[in-house]
């Protein structure tokens, strides 16, 4: 049986971590199957810890595990392969395999930029890792395993896709690997930050996005029972408070999202919820958006992403423009706290669409509003159309917050400034609503959120340097963030 280390990448760009820490859910899925085969796995979550490479590098020594495994999306890539460049280095007959959405797509670059990587696990991973150790373990071809990329004699091979997993509640997260004290959300301080899945997969086609790639747009979820058992496990045994759902689309089967909250109503956990869903399903659910709130959701993030219907379907985002503010006030009647991105740098961008982008995004009204940078996944839909305006080639700026594209009536540095000046603007109107809400859990939330957007967030030193802003704001920012700090509200 092998010594498994699986290893979150050290990567920091002030965005994910800017709410909070939570657990990588696809490593406790992982760890729980290859615990099923005799296996001892150790959880590493270096990004969450915010360990340095010399300290990475010191605990992986430290526990000498015979194969180490790390995951990618195409800003983390660079620094997964750091970790497995330095892993063979240090112990050169371990096995070294990586898997994420980067390298399914980008197998072949990956293998050949990155040579001291064994196999690439392409799509979900749970039942393929379990046989990628089987075969090293026994000296067995890698060609046998179904779902897995590899080079062999300077050649890459790829194997056919496995099927996805039919039924997702046969699966047995190793929750107890986690080390929990390191999650929490930085909006409620002190709180254990949980993550669930209730399902998997995207049936919807963004042109921006990959997910629907990456799961051939199929869609499936699990039983409402189950879900909410393993809610109320984590509840009890680990102390968990807040969750963050992690699904890709959540609510897409309104019976079985509806009976989800039925029963999390009955159970009355006290847990609190964080979700991402689709304007139009907030629109269907209109009727029943006070059960959201009663089970427990507090915060509801819409994509958005553009204002315009005309830019709405170029990302084929299969919405209609009207349908994101009525979303949005929805959302506002049953008191939950709203969240929504726009995103900006096509290269058709100017200051004039930027600006009309900032006056929809005020118009809406969301409670906090992201300014994202389009970001050119190579295994995106759009990427062959974006590709010859792509100034950028480190994948570690692939973030939503560095420019990668450049607007043909913009440099990359006045596109940037641009959005700091989206940020600056929003919440310049946005903070003095802040002091005067009724609702004190809002009240309360806007504050906290603030803080962690000042310590945490890629704004840290540019919120309060984004040009001339009206001291009166300077004023409240600062006092709300006093505030916070002594945690009243």
């Not at 897409?252 to 006290?270: H, P, V, Y």
């Not at 409670?367 to 080639?393: G, N, S, T, V």
């Not at 300077?474 to 505030?483: M, P, Q, R, V």
């Amino acid at each position: 049986m092998a010594r498994i280390m699986l290893v979150t990448p050290d990567y920091h760009c002030g965005v994910v971590e800017s709410a909070g820490r939570w657990p990588h859910l696809g490593f406790v899925y992982l760890a729980g199957e290859l615990r099923k085969k005799g296996h001892e796995v150790r959880i590493y979550d270096a990004m969450a810890k915010n360990h340095s490479f010399s300290q990475i590098m010191d605990n992986i020594m430290k526990y000498n595990p015979d194969v180490v495994g790390t995951t990618a999306y195409t800003a983390t890539m660079p620094a997964a392969a750091d970790i497995l460049r330095a892993v063979k280095q240090w112990k050169p007959g371990c096995l070294s395999v990586i898997g994420g959405i980067h390298p399914t797509f980008c197998y072949e670059e990956v293998l050949r930029d990155y040579p001291f990587i064994n196999v690439i696990v392409r799509f979900e991973g749970e039942y393929t890792l379990p046989e990628v150790i089987t075969a090293w373990e026994s000296g067995s071809e890698f060609s046998g395993v179904s779902g897995i990329a590899f080079a062999r004699d300077g050649e890459v091979v790829c194997t056919p896709v496995r099927e996805y997993t039919g039924d997702l509640d046969t699966l047995s997260p190793a929750w107890d690997l986690l080390e929990w004290e390191d999650y929490t959300f930085f909006v409620y301080p002190g709180s254990r930050l949980g993550i669930i899945s209730t399902s998997r997969g995207c049936i919807h086609d963004c042109a921006f996005c990959s997910q629907h790639r990456f799961w051939s747009r199929t869609w499936r979820g699990r039983k409402p029972q189950n879900v909410v058992a393993e809610i109320a496990y984590l509840v009890r045994e680990y102390n968990v408070g807040i969750f963050f759902i992690a699904d890709e689309y959540p609510t897409r089967d309104r019976q079985r999202w509806e009976k989800i909250l039925d029963l999390l109503i009955e159970k009355d956990l006290g847990a609190s919820f964080l979700l991402e869903t689709r304007v139009d399903d907030i629109v269907r659910d209109e009727d029943i958006i006070d059960k959201y709130r009663k089970a427990g959701i507090i915060h509801i993030y819409v994509g958005i992403e553009a204002a315009s219907q005309q830019t709405l379907d170029l990302f084929r985002k299969g919405i209609a423009a009207d349908d994101s503010r009525r979303a949005l006030d929805i959302i506002h009647s049953a008191g939950i706290v709203s969240e929504t991105s726009f995103i900006l740098g096509t290269p058709g961008e100017t200051p004039e669409s930027i600006a009309r982008t900032l006056e929809s995004a005020r118009l809406y009204n969301p409670d906090f509003a992201h300014f994202l940078l389009l970001a050119p996944w190579p295994y995106a839909d759009m990427y062959p159309e974006l590709a010859p305006f792509i100034f950028q080639k480190d994948y570690s700026r692939y973030n939503l917050v560095e420019p990668v594209i450049k607007p043909e009536a913009m440099t990359g540095d006045e596109l940037f400034t641009e959005v700091l000046n989206c940020y600056r603007k929003f919440y310049m109107t946005k903070i003095p609503e802040w002091v005067n809400l009724k609702n004190s859990f809002k009240r309360k939330y806007a504050i906290q959120s603030m803080k962690a957007i000042m310590e945490n967030s890629f704004l840290k030193e540019h919120i309060l340097k984004l040009g001339t802003m009206p001291k009166s704001v300077e004023k409240i920012i600062k006092g709300l963030y006093s505030e916070a700090r002594e945690g009243t509200g």
